[in-house]
């Protein structure tokens, strides 16, 4: 019987995801609940266990939006239906009596980086995360950045143009609302071409970013339109942001960046570019090497025994 | 005698100025050489003991353009013509024998401030040195940041208009060509308003930015629109900048921040109105408490000693 396991819990708006993860980073065990039935978070523990039950772990790490790491609470969660703020770690330290350490999915996923994945060699990087939105996973001086509030690295709201598209925080132009898989979504609407007519993408009811990569990869022009746009858009957009911290790496995590080599090489074109002169040849685009599809619960568990 | 000195020097493009600082922040001696006549700079500290043969010092601080804090060096200053690398605190430590740190201007600026000036009670903050250009000096956890390769904190280079002013660093549309001293003047040209013509601005041969804030105190509208134009983008861009290490703080220093509360008051105001929720409430705009002219020989001065 293994004794050295984390277990790593990723709390999304969709589904609860946690596993049980090795020295090694290896899933060894892995299992999912629907958010939608977890009606009280106090529950949560005991869920987790009528499925864990065959195995000890040492500690917990958890990821979740709007988590405070200082608090242990998920403070405001508007796609979670919990109520105000959840002190999800005291249900977890009081239920299995381990360690539980709880953060944001950006910095979960670059700890995972630096443990696991593309990040082990460096010391000052940025994870950033492509899903929904578009979240910053800051690493200075081999730690993660939290900032004194625990809330430094919203790099997704920055505000890239003063009249741009309306952004869910009520205010206009952030990042996220064209870089992410929901941002790329705006675009097929938003976005205008000669080729647009004749694209399959507008004839779809309900499409996803991955329609987008698979039509572009079909030839279909509007579809390498919106992805170039994308892809320019976050490059001037890392090369600004090496403004602040001059990382060695920025790494593309999640959705999109799922969709490999072909972004990957544009967004770094795009990155590179723009450099300012002080920082060219010093700043890396490279992708997540968290390869499992649960590379969430890889992060959350590398959290906890970070 | 006084044994407890401090020698800061801040070397300029047209000035070097130093001074010798007491625990308190006081500077007690003060000498001037100009830049263009020292050709050697191996030579500098000579040329500095014949004005402080008077006094002793336990260490000395000196802020350069384009310095490297790790190197001790001045690497490729344009406006110095030392050549290339100046290794200053290899001349500064071997003439006078005591510890020498170098730093940039707007790191020395951030150290006076939190030793001596605004920044007392913070450990998050940020310096934005409005002079010839916009620089950063940003402290995380309590300590100056310098990135991996001293070089972090470039918030002047961060590109705000894709078809911006052209920057002298050869890209386009950075913050300084916009909100700076150079930045402000170029406003003169370029900025339309019904009420240019008749501004006595369009009239001076060589205007500085004091004109303008004198101008606007004097009823002239495109002054005034210049003034607001400036502290727009820059208030809309220190709310972008707190989605990075959500300071504290930002602390205005220099050149025009010099012209006190008014503009202070204005670039709060669209700094407030252009947070995100999550930091609203918790980021002030406050000015430079470091109030003596030479305020740079105080924050080198400070450098040396934090």
Redo the contacts between chains.
């Keep these: 019987m293994q004794t050295d396991l984390t277990l790593g819990i990723d709390i999304g708006g969709t589904n609860i995801a946690f596993g049980l993860v090795n020295q090694e980073g290896e899933i060894v065990f892995e299992g999912n609940l629907s958010t939608a039935e977890v009606r009280n978070p106090s529950l949560l523990p005991e869920l987790i266990e009528e499925q864990t039950q065959n195995y000890t772990f040492r500690e917990i790490g958890i990821g979740a939006p709007s988590s405070n790491t200082f608090s242990g609470m998920i403070e405001n969660a508007p796609n979670l239906r919990w109520g105000v703020n959840i002190p999800i770690v005291e249900y977890f330290e009081n239920y299995f009596k381990v360690p539980t350490k709880l953060t944001n999915d950006a910095n979960a996923a670059a700890v995972g980086e630096k443990l696991f994945g593309a990040a082990k060699d460096f010391?000052?990087f940025v994870v950033i995360t492509l899903g929904t939105g578009l979240g910053a996973g800051i690493f200075?001086n081999n730690e993660i950045?939290n900032?004194?509030?625990g809330?430094?690295?919203?790099?997704g709201?920055?505000?890239v143009d003063?009249d741009g598209r309306p952004c869910g925080?009520?205010?206009k132009g952030c990042l996220e609302t064209y870089c992410s898989a929901t941002g790329m979504l705006r675009s097929i609407d938003l976005l205008t071409s000669p080729h647009k007519a004749n694209s399959p993408l507008v004839e779809l009811e309900n499409p996803n970013p991955l329609d987008i990569f698979n039509a572009a990869q079909q030839g279909d022009q509007f579809a390498e339109y919106i992805i170039d746009f994308t892809a320019e858009k976050l490059g001037?957009w890392l090369?600004?942001?090496a403004?602040?911290?001059?990382?060695?790496a920025f790494i593309l995590f999640g959705g999109i960046a799922k969709n490999g080599e072909y972004f990957r090489q544009k967004v770094d074109h795009y990155t590179q570019a723009?450099l300012?002169?002080?920082?060219q040849g010093?700043v890396q685009v490279l992708s997540s090497e968290l390869h499992h599809r649960n590379a969430a619960i890889l992060g959350a568990a590398a959290y906890a025994k970070y």
């Design positions: 010391s000052e200075i950045f900032g004194k509030f809330t430094a690295g919203e790099f709201h920055v505000m003063k925080c009520g205010r001037y090369a600004n942001f403004c602040f911290s001059n990382p060695e723009n300012l002169n002080l920082y010093k």
